[in-house]
């Protein structure tokens, strides 16, 4: 089964399109979820954070997993402080990569992401990743492929074991990126497994998580995210999106207090990070 092949096993499982677009945050299949989760239902006396109508967040010995907030929640939300678009940089050329590499490595952990131009049968042939993401705390990188002349400085980036790369879904990720670029993505934070030590009910995508770690609504128009990703001069709209998609993972990670451990053990993720919640219906 190829990396995304689980989507269209869900539409014929009858998966609704909302449960099929979660999974597509995550990149990671319902019937994994629950396995997982069934391991953690074992484990007994956990001390889980409990995030308080303030925003605070303390410690209580509890077995309680919350509901995620819904999207009419979330929907109420203020919107996500994302990059403007004189913040994001499309790089063309090789010095203007060498340049963008210098100033990932000082910061070490970047936020990721790649796009695809999307298809719609199960027999379509997958081309992508087109675009490829990387953010940093004030500005984000855009590179479109064909990749021409910025292949091999890319691949000291994305296979750099010290440059750790921050994101969701990154398992699907992974075997596009190698087999249409030749690269192996190296060096990984997966938040949607980081934010279970929050144990919630439900898998966290990129929304979700933005929704109950930073208290913000990251808009996320299904117009553009089915768009063509593969156009040779990408809009505004695209650029914004692809952009903050990779600086909100990046902005997650660092609330929670960048547990680049937690991609081992998400269960070591401090509980005192200073975390924001909206309202939950029970």
């Known amino acids: 089964m190829s990396d995304w092949d689980f989507l269209y096993e869900m539409r014929d499982r009858g998966y609704s399109a909302e449960q099929i677009a979660d999974a597509a945050g ?22 889980l954070p409990i995030i308080q109508d303030t925003g605070n967040v303390t410690s209580k010995k509890s077995q309680i997993r919350r509901d995620r907030p819904s999207k009419e929640q979330i929907a109420q939300l203020p919107p996500f402080d994302g990059l403007a678009l004189n913040r994001i940089f499309v790089i063309k050329t090789l010095s203007q990569l060498r340049a963008a590499s210098e100033a990932i490595h000082s910061e070490r952990f970047v936020g990721f992401d790649t796009e695809s131009q999307p298809t719609w049968s199960k027999d379509a042939p997958r081309t992508g990743p087109h675009v490829i993401q990387f953010a940093l705390s ?136 200073n975390v924001s919640q909206v309202s939950h219906s029970k």
């Open 26 to 47: 995550c990149g990671v299949a319902p019937w994994e979820w629950e396995q997982i989760e069934k391991q953690e239902e074992k484990t007994e006396g956990l001390y």
């Open 138 to 273: 004030d500005r984000a990188y855009i590179i479109q492929v064909p990749l021409g002349i910025l292949a091999e400085a890319l691949r000291s980036i994305i296979e750099s074991e010290r440059i750790v790369k921050v994101g969701f879904g990154l398992n699907s990720d992974r075997g596009p990126i190698f087999r249409n670029l030749g690269f192996r993505l190296k060096t990984t934070v997966e938040l949607s497994h980081a934010l279970r030590a929050l144990h919630y009910k439900q898998k966290l995508g990129a929304k979700a998580a933005v929704a109950i770690v930073l208290g913000k609504n990251l808009h996320k128009p299904k117009s553009i995210t089915t768009s063509n990703w593969a156009l040779p001069k990408l809009t505004a709209r695209q650029l914004e999106y692809a952009a903050n998609d990779a600086f909100a993972a990046l902005s997650v990670f660092r609330a929670i207090g960048s547990p680049y451990s937690s991609a081992v053990s998400p269960t070591n993720m401090p509980l005192d990070s």
